[in-house]
């Protein structure tokens, strides 16, 4: 992807905050009118997502949130797990099959999101085959595209829609954790939860890291939008590092990354490098942070956030 994506979520609150001032002052009968009761907060499915002018990436537009259309001001930037994107970049950087269609990909009636270009090789996934961990958040799981929900803060007056000061787009933020029982070096992917040491059963979680910079991945499940990702606009955050450990260490997936993420990095003994990368290793106790996504008939978790609970650190450092 390119240089398009803000992921300075410091930036994206001082631009956030000059479109909210904007609006306020071209808006005063509005504030006005509303100011006993505040502002609005709106939380829900995103079920609509028009720009007003697809050639200009700073243009208004309007997002719809369950029932509830909301205005979005000039120059607004949407937050994501791991980037600030404009409206008008939700559309421009959606995947490939959305992009041909002019949608987002984003809302349940988008028929880019399941759609099929003939090229897969495997059978349609189906639950009766899947091996993927059952939890109360998910005990019956579906190949159903996840949906994207909206956070929104607004103003608005009585009769006219509200005008959104902030948004918060996540991919039906689900959890998994527990034990890394395979690395995959080869394709860059981890299970979680299935058969120690054997590439089989648990969740199959790859991070969403279409710069490869934590990971570098290939094979199985491969989404089309760099590197193995389904939907880039759902990153990590590689400025903050959402793929960590505890302890704050940057992450990685060994592998292909080569010695950027190299096996003797831990144990960590002394003072390290604060750009090096630290292994995920079989055996550590993770959380995952993202949402279950089906490429190629098979069924895997996009996380665009990984905390590992096992210190890197060496004993009795």
């Not at 904007?22 to 499915?45: C, F, I, K, M, S």
């Not at 710069?211 to 193995?228: I, P, Y």
């Not at 060994?254 to 292994?279: F, H, K, Q, W, Y």
């Amino acid at each position: 992807m390119d240089g398009s994506f803000v992921t300075s979520f410091d930036r994206a609150r001082s631009l956030r905050t000059l479109a909210a001032a904007a609006v306020l002052l071209a808006l005063p009968a509005l504030v006005g009118g509303r100011a006993a009761a505040g502002e609005v907060r709106v939380q829900g499915e995103l079920t609509g997502a028009a720009v007003d002018n697809r050639d200009d990436r700073w243009s208004a537009g309007t997002i719809t949130v369950g029932t509830h259309r909301i205005v979005v001001p000039p120059r607004l930037l949407i937050e994501l797990p791991g980037a600030a994107l404009t409206l008008q970049e939700l559309f421009v950087l959606a995947p490939e099959r959305c992009r041909k269609d002019g949608a987002t990909g984003l809302l349940a009636l988008d028929a880019c999101r399941v759609g099929r270009d003939g090229s897969q090789t495997k059978p349609p996934w189906s639950p009766r085959d899947d091996t993927t961990p059952r939890s109360t958040l998910e005990p019956e799981p579906n190949g159903a595209p996840p949906a994207t929900i909206a956070h929104v803060t607004a103003v608005g007056g009585e009769g006219s829609d509200s005008i959104a000061t902030k948004i918060v787009l996540t991919r039906d933020d689900r959890s998994v954790f527990g034990a890394v029982t395979f690395v995959s070096e080869e394709q860059g992917y981890l299970r979680i939860g299935g058969a120690f040491g054997a590439d089989q059963g648990g969740a199959l979680v790859r991070i969403n890291d279409p710069d490869a910079r934590q990971s570098a991945q290939s094979g199985v499940a491969c989404g089309s939008e760099g590197n193995c990702s389904p939907d880039a606009r759902f990153r990590a955050d590689v400025v903050h590092y959402s793929v960590r450990f505890e302890e704050g260490h940057a992450a990685c997936v060994p592998g292909a990354l080569g010695d950027v993420c190299a096996a003797a990095s831990r144990p960590v003994r002394g003072i390290t490098d604060a750009a090096l990368l630290l292994p995920i290793r079989l055996g550590d106790h993770v959380t995952a942070q993202g949402a279950f996504e089906v490429v190629d008939g098979v069924r895997i978790f996009s996380a665009h956030t990984l905390v590992d609970h096992t210190s890197p650190l060496a004993t009795g450092r």
